[in-house]
Each structure stands twice: as structure tokens, then as C-alpha cells.
């Protein structure tokens, strides 16, 4: 068996996973403008499928990743994650001595394309009840996208939230004595990922599907007669319910884990402090997608009642978002006429030069104001002024523009200038 890193490979056994894209989605918003693309990791570690689980645990564990690709000769068949150890070795009484991967491995495995948007992405986590996807570019496996790189790109976000909005009340807990297939089946048949082991009334460390993975199976030692308080992580990393969601994202990256203990205040924790919950990477991603959705709802209801008529394009200028006041001023039968083509479409136009012009000017300016002859679908005559500056993602690029069109046809009309079609640039 060898251990890969590959950062391309073919898409077969993949189940691609898509939503349905809103062609009228204002272009400026996060779901434009950050894609599974932008945050996944890129090199896939891959194992094959007659692999034994040991072997797989091991490379996960000196990798320090939660999920491996399985690939029989060059084509991906399933996927083998943290869960799959658990769920699918000790919890169901198996031998996972004797195991190869392709028995325990999820398939197909799931994906989604690299340009699908973040809330996209967290739509389908959230519906699959999973915590990572395979990204495609064209069939092509390019990286893995992870609840880790979700909240790592997005937890900005909800820093004015506290632990204690968004935190799950209660932690399920388990004594020190108990041995790890005991804990294994509990947290199978629980559906969770950990459980907080207790010493008496103190809480002595906690038991998660990573130390099942790297202190059990990786070493091979026997679920049956190990108990908890050899293979626990202790001392446990805690939280103050009233820290802020930003803090305690922060707490889980520096310390390299999922999930936090969640206490009542910021006094010291010595195993007794009172725990009020516990928050993991799962409610931090709930949070932000409930954050950004009415973000976006408040910022299309922005443009939808501004009195202005609104637009955005993405970088090669074809539109994606057109308000119903422009799809009014021209008089088009619906914002299909405008949206997905090359911003304001020829028949929209008195001389096709001048629309050459402008998408050049657009392309080449960030800032661009211009003054435009149109004309109606119903061939009315219409003198605009349009404002242009450029749409930025959550990084920091360009990756579009928008602005507004301004109707002076009447201002322009009362001047009674008329301004005659410009010929081909020399």
C-alpha cells in the first residue's frame, strides 16, 4: 500500500452534488462571492481500497487529516473518514484488525463543483448530514472542502455572537471506567462525535471519533479491555459561554480540534467548573449560514426597493443581477432577457459601437461613468448615465462589478442636444 497526494484525479464513483444557482442572486453578495473553490484544501491524500484499516488510520493520523480518498487504480470509489472508523469497525462488534478499507469506506463519495457558492456548499453539508465534500473541475477531483476551511473562511461573520446563542445545551458524558467499545457503541447509536468522560463529579478528559482513530486503531490496541481514561484527550480546552463565536473559532484552530467545552465563566477550569454546554465546528457553520442568508436577503431587499436601477456583472461582463426597475426602464419582458449574457444586450442599443466601447472601458477601468443612448425593447428612446465600480470577495479580488443606471432622458430631451451615433474608432 502507498500513501498519495495527488491534486487531480478521475471523477468516477463520484455523486455530484449541485443546487439550483439563482441567475438573479445580487453579484456582490458572499454566495457570489466566495466559492467551494476558494476554500477547499488541495492536495488529497488517497489510500487503496484493499488498504487495512489499520494502515488507514495511521496515515491519517500522521497526516493529522479526518477523511482519506480511496482510489482503485486512479479512480475514486469511496471515501473513508473519522466516522466510517467508528460507525463501522468497533461500534458494530467488528475485528478492525481484519478490515480492509472497502469495508468500511462511504461511497459514492459526495461532491460538488469548485464554483458553487459557499452557502451552496453549506446547504448540502448541512442536508447530508456530512462534514466534507470532494470538489470537481470538470470531472476532475481538485481537493477536499471541509467544515474546518468553511468556518476558517467565515467566521468573521458571527464575532458579535456569543458561545452561549449558538452552543449545544447539555454534553452527553461517560466514566473514565467505561472501556472504548463501550463509548464506541454509545456515541454510534447517539449519531455523536464525542463524549466527555468523568472522573466521579469531575470531568477528567473527553473521548472523541479522532482518538478512537489515532490511539485505538492506529495502535492497535484492544477496544475491549482499554479504558477511556488511557486514550482520552485531557486536560479538555473549554470555552466561557459569554466569549464570542470569532474567539472560540480561534481556540479550535490553535488548538487543533472540533469542538470546545463550554463553562459557565472565565474562572480557571480544574474539572469542576460548572459546563453548560459544549460548540462545535457543526453550530459555528449553522450560525454562519443563518448569518450570511439574511445578510444577502437584507442586501437583495437593498436593491430590489432601491429607487435606482441596479445591476452586477461578473468578470466577463455578463450580468447577474438586473433589479425590476431595469428590467422596467427597458422595457423587457422579464430579467431573462438580461441575466447570463453580455451586459445590456445589442438590441437594447441605438449604435452597437458604443456598446463595444463601454464593455472595453468597463474591462479596462474599475471605476467607470458613462453616458449611454439606449433604447426600449418597444424602441423607445432612452438616454441613461451609468456609475460602475468593482465588486470584491471576501479575499480581497475583483471578481466583478456592479453599479447603477440613472434615466435623463427627460433632462436630456429639455436640453434638446442631440447626440449623433459614433462612427468605428480609427
Known sequence: MTENAIKSSSSAGLENRTGDTCCSTPGSTVQTWLKAGDVMSENIATVSPDCTVVSAARIMWRNNISCLVVSDNGSLSGIVTETDMLKRTIADGNDFHKMKVDQIMSSPVRSVPRDLSVMETCEIMEAENIRRLVVLDEDLSVGIITQTDMVRALASYAESKEVSSIMTLGVAVIATSATVREAAERMAFQDISCLVVMDDNAIAGIFTERDLTKRVIASELNPDKTRLQKVMSSPVVTVAANHSVLSARKLMEKAGIRRLVVTENETLFDGHETVVGMITQTDILESLKTTLHDKEQDYFSYLVDSDKCTYAVDLDLNATYVNPLLVKLLDATNSDELLNKPFLPEQFWECPQ????????????????????????????????LFSAPTRSLRGGICGSHGILNDVTAKRDSTAVEKPCAGPEG
Open 354 to 385: 458604443d456598446r463595444s466601447r463601454l464593455l472595453a472601458k468597463m474591462k479596462r477601468e474599475r471605476l467607470c461613468t458613462e453616458e449611454l443612448t439606449l433604447k426600449t425593447a418597444k424602441g423607445k428612446r432612452l438616454s441613461v448615465t
